[in-house]
């Protein structure tokens, strides 16, 4: 493993665990917002062990792409990364990210996390 591609899927495992501990702790907006991170970094992991540069954008989707994610796995990308500015900001409905999320949001939003970790890790 590339030792930059080392860095960014630690990392992920670390925004994973942040992920788990908000949802512990019931701040649901927060687990969301880690869980799209996990899944950011660890795509970009991927792409730079197989690629060997750094993509910096936050769309899961084409970093799903361009880490050639399974299909599967690409529709919870999507999924995920429709709710990156709303966990992050919540502007967009007037509605703040602390109200918005709910604990089946972030319990749904961090199982895909994982699972999206996991095949990353594969292919590292």
Same mark, same amino acid.
């Given at each position: 493993?590339?030792?930059?591609?080392?860095?960014?899927?630690?990392?992920?495992k670390?925004?994973?665990?942040?992920?788990?501990n908000s949802?512990?702790?019931?701040? $649901? *907006?927060?687990?969301? $917002?880690?869980?799209?991170?996990?899944?950011?970094?660890?795509?970009?992991? @991927?792409? =730079?062990?197989? %690629?060997?540069?750094?993509?910096? %954008?936050?769309?899961? @989707? =084409?970093? &799903?792409?361009?880490?050639?994610i399974?299909?599967?796995?690409?529709?919870?990308?999507?999924?995920?990364?429709?709710?990156? %500015?709303?966990?992050? *900001? &919540?502007?967009?409905?007037?509605?703040?990210?602390?109200?918005? $999320?709910?604990?089946?949001?972030?319990?749904? $939003?961090?199982?895909?996390?994982?699972?999206?970790?996991k095949?990353?890790?594969?292919? %590292?």
């Open positions: 493993m590339k030792d930059e591609a080392g860095k960014w899927l630690k990392q992920a670390a925004d994973l665990r942040t992920a788990r949802l512990k702790s019931k701040d $649901f *907006y927060a687990s969301v $917002f880690w869980s799209q991170q996990a899944v950011e970094k660890s795509l970009k992991a @991927v792409i =730079i062990e197989k %690629i060997g540069e750094l993509i910096k %954008i936050h769309d899961l @989707v =084409i970093l &799903g792409r361009k880490s050639a399974p299909d599967k796995l690409s529709i919870d990308c999507e999924r995920l990364s429709k709710i990156y %500015i709303d966990s992050r *900001y &919540g502007v967009i409905d007037n509605e703040i990210p602390a109200e918005k $999320f709910g604990k089946k949001e972030a319990d749904e $939003f961090l199982k895909i996390a994982r699972s999206i970790l095949w990353c890790e594969k292919e %590292i």
